[in-house]
């Protein structure tokens, strides 16, 4: 198995642009997260869903932040519109329930 | 709401040095325990993790932790640490009956290993 899948790995951006970020969690498993980690406030949890429907999205900043996941093997996470404060990295992770979560390798964005 | 406790944010060693990590949390019906460790520039990887059984449980690279349910802790330890060891290291709660079902993760522990 390949694992969980991110791209891009990393994105520059200017400040207003649209991001989209976009995760393929591993086959099989009905959980997917996205986190975002930065020095300043470490791993927060975003949003996640349970078999492509979301769940809790109470740590998504702002409207600027929404999250898909049409199918079980694509979730998106899209900030629109960005702004240097977003600067982070994201990571998405799957896994099944209460069990172990499997990180993706992350994004790195920065906005400009 | 379940909460996660990491008390050492920093922990500078020397090298063969003795390593042990706090992490402590609220729920006080069954748990699910888990340690992930993040080396630098890189996601996050479990090193071990405890469902139920023996409450000494041991993970990769030499690294061991100790469930104790009256003192609501799961500590990381290792007798030996070596450079390699310099990483982020996490702990995290989930619960299969009650509190968080999803695994609430602790706010880290960043381990410097001098040589």
């Known amino acids: 198995d390949a694992g969980v899948i991110q791209s891009p790995r990393h994105e520059v951006t200017e400040m207003g642009q649209e991001v989209t970020l976009r995760c393929k969690p591993i086959s099989g498993h009905d959980y997917l997260f996205w986190y975002r980690q930065t020095m300043m406030r470490g791993l927060e949890l975003l949003i996640y869903f349970n078999n492509n429907v979301p769940i809790d999205d109470s740590g998504m900043p702002e409207d600027r932040f929404s999250a898909k996941m049409p199918n079980a093997s694509f979730s998106t996470l899209k900030i629109q519109p960005s702004e240097p404060r977003d600067s982070a990295v994201y990571f998405c992770?799957?896994?099944?329930?209460?069990?172990?979560?499997?990180f993706g390798p992350g994004t790195r964005l920065t906005v400009l | 709401a379940q909460s996660v406790s990491q008390h050492n944010h920093h922990v500078i060693l020397s090298e063969a040095a003795s390593l042990e990590l706090g992490c402590n949390y609220s729920?006080?019906?069954?748990?699910?325990l888990f340690w992930y460790v993040q080396y630098p520039g890189q996601h996050l990887q479990l090193l071990l993790k405890?469902?139920?059984?023996?409450?000494l449980v041991k993970g990769i690279k030499g690294f061991e932790a100790e469930f104790i349910k009256s003192k609501f802790s799961f500590n990381l330890r290792k007798p030996s640490v070596q450079w390699s060891d310099t990483a982020e290291y996490f702990c995290?709660?989930?619960?299969?009956?009650?509190?968080?079902?999803?695994?609430?993760f602790g706010r880290g522990t960043s381990l410097i290993v001098h040589p």
């Open positions: 995290a709660v989930s619960s299969p009956s009650g509190g968080s079902y999803i695994p609430t």
């Open positions: 405890y469902f139920s059984g023996d409450p």
């Open positions: 992770a799957s896994g099944w329930g209460y069990n172990e979560q499997f």
């Open positions: 729920y006080g019906g069954t748990v699910n």
